[in-house]
């Protein structure tokens, strides 16, 4: 059932934004006069397709990992005299810039619609206050305490351990202190704590920016009672079930879900003895964690379960709603916080500092497309819309085969007056090949390893 929500969920994340991103080039050339041969969602042989009244055909092919709109071209095949104006080619360098770059501003426009009708309809979420504070940690040696609530990251206000974490990410690789403020509670006034740092996060896999600082999120007991089993994996073949509650292991009373968190973590392979409580009966079980490799080499174990989730307290929840007005500027205001973040962890992944292995590629989206779906709407669109981003930034790259690569020629052509030549157009797609493929294959590689 997991996997097949997955796919669908995938599909309708790649489905919409792929429709989105080409409708903009599509959009914009028709506007421009040129005519649209084929608007193509996925690629590979058509499996619906129909034509409409100006002779473009609309097609849904059967690989669902991209898509294209194939308009009237010289350099393709040749034009009838009567529909040589047309002809993409013919069109001004200004024209052309415009068709190429609707598409990546769709799928911008689409992040800033999902995030504009999330904070009209409001969102729910926790507020950032501290839990534990480690020993010896950036945190302690600030003067940040357990039970204080952070109000602004570097100057910048934050309402979420969301908002929190965006704004870490974005110091991947700072040294010198970080700016936090925070205050114990409304009454209080906030004041600020100087966190040390020395290569923040670099090449850390994944990122850490909580716990590096030595800060633990405050939540409220987690009983040790399953919400989620996994078809296949340690917990479902030991016979646990979703409601379980682990009373003990190998005689060890368990407390609270991290207490059998932690025991799992440091057993791989060994024989756990399970005290389960069930519809008001205890169970004896026997579990054997799976093994699973981080990138660091350690070993940990893995039993493929979740806990079931509690109701937090009312004076922990923050809900976040503005006017229709306010939400625009808060939905830009986040597309850009996103594009900025996506932009600069491309550049930190070049310059070293963050590890390569955080590349996603289709398992790895149609996983926590399938999470953030089963999570609920609210989780499902925030993921959309984040993903939109990325495709919008990744398609602006000046790497030829890409929107952004074409831009580049067309940028030059209007300052040179004259076309890129052919051999250079030909050379640059043969690297842009080269280079997507490269990443396709190594975003599928992580995928494949993060499975394993």
């Known amino acids: 059932m997991g996997l097949i929500q997955n796919v669908l969920a995938v599909i309708v994340v790649l489905g919409l934004l792929i429709t989105f991103h080409e409708y903009g080039h599509y959009w914009v050339a028709r506007r421009c006069g040129v005519k649209v041969l084929r608007f193509s969602v996925g690629f590979g042989k058509p499996i619906w397709s129909r034509v409409d009244r100006n002779g473009t055909e609309f097609a849904i092919a059967a690989i669902p990992l991209g898509g294209y709109v194939k308009m009237l071209d010289e350099r393709e095949a040749p034009v009838p005299d009567e529909q040589l104006d047309q002809a993409f080619n013919r069109k001004s360098v ?21 995030y504009w009708a999330l904070f009209v309809a409001g969102t729910t979420t926790v507020a950032p206050v501290v839990g534990d504070v480690a020993v010896d940690s950036p945190a ?14 570097e100057g910048d206000a934050v309402r979420s351990w969301d908002d929190i974490n965006l704004r870490l990410i974005a110091r991947i690789g700072a040294s010198g202190e970080l700016s936090f403020q925070a205050r114990g509670d409304a009454r209080e006034e906030a004041r600020e704590y100087r966190l040390p740092v020395e290569n923040y996060l670099v090449r850390q896999d994944p990122p850490q920016p909580l716990a590096t600082l030595g800060i633990t999120p405050w939540q ?49 392979g060994e024989s756990l003895a399970l005290e389960v409580a069930r519809n008001g009966e205890q169970l004896s079980l026997t579990l054997v964690p799976g093994e699973r490799e981080l990138e660091t080499g350690v070993s940990i174990g893995y039993v493929g379960a979740g806990v079931e989730s509690v109701e937090w307290p009312e004076e922990y929840r923050r809900e ?12 830009v205001g986040r597309t850009s916080d996103m594009t900025l973040l996506t932009l600069g962890a491309i550049r930190k992944m070049l310059v070293g500092l963050i590890s390569p292995s955080n590349l996603s590629g289709p398992i790895t989206i149609a996983q926590v497309a399938g999470d953030t779906a089963r999570t609920g709407l609210e989780s499902f669109v925030s993921f959309l819309a984040y993903l939109s981003i990325s495709l919008a930034v990744l398609n602006l790259l000046p790497i030829p085969v890409l929107d952004g690569g074409h831009l580049l020629y067309y940028f030059v052509e209007a300052v040179r007056g004259r076309p890129v030549s052919e051999r250079t157009q030909a050379m640059g797609l043969r690297i842009g090949l080269a280079l997507i493929a490269t990443l396709m294959l190594m975003a599928l590689y992580f995928d494949l390893m993060r499975l394993w």
């Open 94 to 114: 200004w024209q052309r810039i415009a068709i190429v770059a609707a598409g990546p501003l769709a799928n911008f426009l689409l992040a800033i619609v999902a």
């Open 320 to 331: 976040i709603r503005y006017g229709p007005v306010a939400a625009l500027g808060q939905a």
């Open 140 to 153: 302690e040696r600030s003067g940040l305490r357990s039970g204080q609530e952070i109000v602004s990251v």
């Open 220 to 268: 409220p007991p987690f009983p040790a009672r399953l919400g989620q089993v996994i078809d296949g994996e340690a917990a479902a073949r030991a016979g646990l079930e979703a409601g379980d509650e682990v009373l003990s292991v190998n005689g060890a009373p368990i407390d609270d879900w991290m207490d059998f968190v932690n025991i799992v973590r440091t057993s791989p």
